[in-house]
């Protein structure tokens, strides 16, 4: 396979995905719109809370718990950060009403952060209310670097008045081993991710034996304090080790729990539950799936292949 190839194909598909003329006219074309939605239907919930839900029931069904956000970040006005804000109610409720083992995740940026912190904290804590009804938990995403500062200062604000928030931190950056110390004093929930967004050099480890490291370094960090985690990633390897810091520590199954993106290594999960660790599987929803759809596969290129199968069959 050559490397540098699928590599291009990576990169001119993150730049799609940011460029708003390719996204308007792939809505704005019925054909294509179905076409592309076919590949995307593998990576989402749907494009409702609704046809999310009947997924989520079917993996409960299977004994995984599940996490659920309504896709969308950068919101730009305060009516926009609302609008959302009431579908992530919508989403505690549904949990309530359908009795589904299911948390709750969110992006700060889509309910208001860039606005102004007062809005997402009042926010937030709607949600959080909710959710504390539904007797479940909410956690935040971990941003673009800029962002950092803001979610992570918002999170410590709120994680005073809500015992049901948690937070996701990227262990590429190299700064999360400061912001680590002072998070992990908070009692939510931690979620380890290596990190996704593009970040300028310096600022964080690449993909590799480093990075792996020091990620198992953070689950290691939690499990000896008994913190609450979750070890969300595809990478089989961090798995496998994981396990043994599990076992090293003879940790609850309330504490921790593996955690992957829906349609995503899936296999690896199902493994996991079947040796008895507590999986959870993460939906997203919602008419944004076209950014979603071109970072899944930017992220793994070899992606195109199984959208073109999904597309054609
Ligand atoms: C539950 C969850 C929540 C997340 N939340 C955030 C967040 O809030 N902020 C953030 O920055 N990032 C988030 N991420 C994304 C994360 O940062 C990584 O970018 C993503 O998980 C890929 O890294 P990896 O750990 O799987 O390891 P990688 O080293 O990227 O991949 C390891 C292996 O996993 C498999 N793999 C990885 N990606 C794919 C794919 N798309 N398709 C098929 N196979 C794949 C491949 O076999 C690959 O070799 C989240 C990820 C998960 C699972």
Known sequence: ???ELLNLGSEALRKAALNQDAKNYVLSNPTLFQTLK??????????????TVRKVQAENRRSFKCSIE???????????????????????????????NSTVSLDL???GLNISKELCLDNLSTICREAK????????????????????????????????????????????????????KESGRIRIVKGAFETPQGLSIPRGDELDSVYLEYVDQLLYQNHTCSIATHDDNIQQEAKKIIQKYTSSKEIYEFESLFGI???QLVRLQDEGYPA????????EWYLYLCNRIAEYPLNIFQAIKDIVE
């Open 1 to 3: 396979m050559d490397t």
């Open 38 to 51: 076919k590949a995307a239907n593998r990576y989402i919930g749907g494009e409702t809370l609704e046809e």
């Open 70 to 100: 309504f896709m969308g970040e950068n919101t730009k006005t305060e009516e926009e950060a609302n609008s959302a804000r009431d579908e992530f109610v919508q989403i505690c409720r549904e949990i309530k009403k359908q009795n589904l």
């Open 109 to 111: 940026s889509h309910i």
């Open 133 to 184: 009804k539904a007797n479940t938990e909410v956690l935040i995403s971990a941003e673009g670097h800029e962002q950092t500062d803001a979610v992570l200062d918002s999170y410590k604000a709120a994680a005073k008045s809500h015992k049901n928030l948690g937070i996701t931190l990227q262990a590429y950056l190299y700064r999360t081993k400061d912001d680590f110390k002072e998070i992990v």
């Open 265 to 267: 290594r899936n296999e």
């Open 280 to 287: 959870k599987i993460y939906f997203v929803y919602g008419k």
